[in-house]
């Protein structure tokens, strides 16, 4: 018997190497992939094949021209077809498992390249965001969140993508989307770890933060919902007497509800606010917003507050950056916030700011306002969806063209595998 090894690009080639030199009466042993030129060079297959060239032995009888009986040969001529029909039973199932390997093989060869191609998309999504090494830290920094919590929510978003990832042809059919998954669920499970309640019958909430962001019109907000929809009794104060305005701003919004309002400037007048407004179901405070540098707001604040119940929310722009945020959050520390309001989410294009008051800040999110309109343009927060929108303003940023090439060459292999 002659055995020999052929090795070809494809397994339809090394098959015609066998047929040209062995004849179509060989038989194929088995298959594998190699790589001829080292570890790093091309995948090409290896097939085994075997042809039996021993010369058939003498025949007796009739055949040998000596004369034999009928009964002999016919049992000679049984032998000889069982022994081909064995022979070509044998054949037959040995290149229905060569046609099964070989799609085996170019499936497997066609996953590679998938693997290839999430590797391009992920690559190419890295450099898009001008980042470092890491694809999560990447986005997380490109969304302007604060570094301290890049490190946390980086780490773990890679190891639920690890996690993710355990099936490689999964993993190849997800491609960079596995990845805005992984992330996208941690960011939701971080901004949902808190939850705000909301406040109880005869709760006081005070309103504070910057200049711009947004308290008066969201205090008006607060108010109308708990005066018109919920049928509260509601009163509320302003501190806000250094702004040009802002009490007249405030009054008219009051008088549209239907809620008395006080205007304050001391501890005094506060109290008799508070005396007035001591039945009513809610009593919400506004208050001016100053210069970081001015300290005797937040002392004057305090006095007013310390004889009373006062749940403290602090207003942050949803487009505040991450060091000005840090800046707030020391300013406003003493008054002890007990959560957030994220003001004009529809006018930022980066919202890391609302990563960094949950994650920095260690405080839930208790409202997101997102235009004027009044009581309309308030709504308490969906953790998923906020964490999708941060990934998404940073991913929309990548070259769309490149992009859709690269992901049109991904579809096509995702077909073919099936």
Same mark, same amino acid.
């Given at each position: 018997?002659?055995?020999?090894?052929?090795?070809?690009?494809?397994?339809?080639?090394?098959?015609?190497?066998?047929?040209?030199?062995?004849?179509?009466?060989?038989?194929?042993?088995?298959?594998?992939?190699?790589?001829?030129?080292?570890?790093?060079?091309?995948?090409?297959?290896?097939?085994?094949?075997?042809?039996?060239?021993?010369?058939?032995?003498?025949?007796?009888?009739?055949?040998?021209?000596?004369?034999?009986?009928?009964?002999?040969?016919?049992?000679?001529?049984?032998?000889?077809?069982?022994?081909?029909?064995?022979?070509?039973?044998?054949?037959?199932?040995?290149?229905?498992?060569? @046609?099964?390997?070989?799609?085996?093989?170019?499936?497997?060869?066609?996953?590679?390249?998938?693997?290839?191609?999430?590797?391009?998309?992920?690559?190419?999504?890295?450099?898009?965001?001008?980042?470092?090494?890491?694809?999560?830290?990447?986005?997380?920094?490109?969304?302007?969140?604060?570094?301290?919590?890049?490190?946390?929510?980086?780490?773990?978003?890679?190891?639920?993508?690890?996690?993710?990832?355990?099936? !490689?042809?999964?993993?190849?059919?997800?491609?960079?989307?596995?990845?805005?998954?992984?992330?996208?669920?941690?960011?939701?499970?971080?901004?949902?770890?808190?939850?705000?309640?909301?406040?109880?019958?005869?709760?006081?909430?005070?309103?504070?933060?910057?200049?711009?962001?947004?308290?008066?019109?969201?205090?008006?907000?607060?108010?109308?919902?708990?005066?018109?929809?919920?049928?509260?009794?509601?009163?509320?104060?302003?501190?806000?007497?250094?702004?040009?305005?802002?009490?007249?701003?405030?009054?008219?919004?009051?008088?549209?509800?239907?809620?008395?309002?006080?205007?304050?400037?001391?501890?005094?007048?506060?109290?008799?606010?508070?005396? @007035?407004?001591?039945?009513?179901?809610?009593?919400?405070?506004?208050?001016?917003?100053?210069?970081?540098?001015?300290?005797?707001?937040?002392?004057?604040?305090?006095?007013?507050?310390?004889?009373?119940?006062?749940?403290?929310?602090?207003?942050?722009?949803?487009?505040?950056?991450?060091?000005?945020?840090?800046?707030?959050?020391?300013?406003?520390?003493?008054?002890?916030?007990?959560?957030?309001?994220?003001?004009?989410?529809?006018?930022?294009?980066?919202?890391?700011?609302?990563?960094?008051?949950?994650?920095?800040?260690?405080?839930?999110?208790?409202?997101?306002?997102?235009?004027? @309109?009044?009581?309309?343009?308030?709504? @308490?927060?969906?953790?998923?969806?906020?964490?999708?929108?941060?990934?998404?303003?940073?991913?929309?940023?990548?070259?769309? !063209?490149?992009?859709?090439?690269?992901?049109?060459?991904?579809?096509?292999?995702?077909?073919?595998?099936?």
């Amino acid at each position: 018997m002659q055995v020999k090894k052929y090795v070809a690009k494809t397994m339809q080639e090394a098959l015609k190497q066998v047929k040209e030199d062995l004849g179509s009466d060989a038989i194929i042993f088995g298959s594998r992939q190699i790589r001829s030129k080292g570890m790093f060079g091309p995948t090409e297959i290896e097939v085994t094949a075997a042809i039996d060239d021993t010369p058939p032995a003498p025949l007796k009888g009739a055949f040998a021209g000596q004369g034999m009986g009928g009964a002999e040969s016919k049992h000679e001529a049984e032998v000889m077809d069982l022994r081909l029909k064995t022979l070509r039973n044998e054949i037959r199932g040995l290149r229905e498992d060569l @046609r099964v390997e070989e799609v085996e093989v170019a499936r497997e060869m066609l996953v590679d390249q998938l693997e290839g191609v999430r590797e391009i998309l992920a690559a190419y999504s890295l450099k898009s965001v001008g980042g470092n090494a890491d694809w999560f830290a990447s986005i997380l920094e490109n969304a302007d969140v604060a570094p301290e919590a890049v490190t946390v929510l980086a780490d773990r978003a890679r190891a639920r993508f690890q996690e993710m990832a355990t099936d !490689s042809i999964a993993a190849a059919k997800a491609g960079v989307s596995i990845q805005m998954q992984a992330l996208g669920e941690v960011l939701g499970e971080e901004l949902g770890r808190q939850r705000y309640t909301g406040p109880a019958r005869n709760k006081i909430v005070a309103l504070v933060g910057p200049t711009g962001a947004g308290k008066t019109t969201t205090v008006a907000k607060l108010a109308a919902n708990a005066a018109l929809v919920r049928k509260q009794r509601v009163g509320l104060i302003t501190t806000d007497t250094y702004r040009v305005g802002a009490v007249e701003q405030l009054r008219h919004y009051a008088d549209l509800i239907g809620v008395p309002v006080e205007s304050v400037s001391n501890s005094d007048e506060f109290a008799y606010a508070m005396n @007035r407004f001591a039945r009513y179901d809610l009593v919400l405070i506004d208050t001016a917003g100053r210069n970081p540098s001015d300290s005797k707001q937040i002392s004057g604040l305090m006095e007013m507050f310390e004889q009373y119940d006062v749940e403290v929310h602090l207003a942050v722009p949803a487009a505040t950056r991450s060091y000005e945020l840090q800046e707030i959050l020391a300013r406003y520390a003493a008054l002890k916030p007990a959560a957030t309001i994220v003001t004009k989410y529809d006018e930022a294009r980066v919202i890391g700011a609302v990563v960094n008051t949950v994650v920095l800040g260690q405080m839930p999110i208790s409202f997101v306002t997102m235009g004027q @309109r009044v009581p309309e343009d308030i709504t @308490r927060p969906r953790p998923m969806a906020i964490a999708q929108r941060v990934i998404d303003t940073v991913m929309q940023f990548a070259g769309p !063209s490149l992009r859709r090439a690269v992901e049109a060459e991904y579809s096509e292999l995702e077909r073919a595998v099936g």
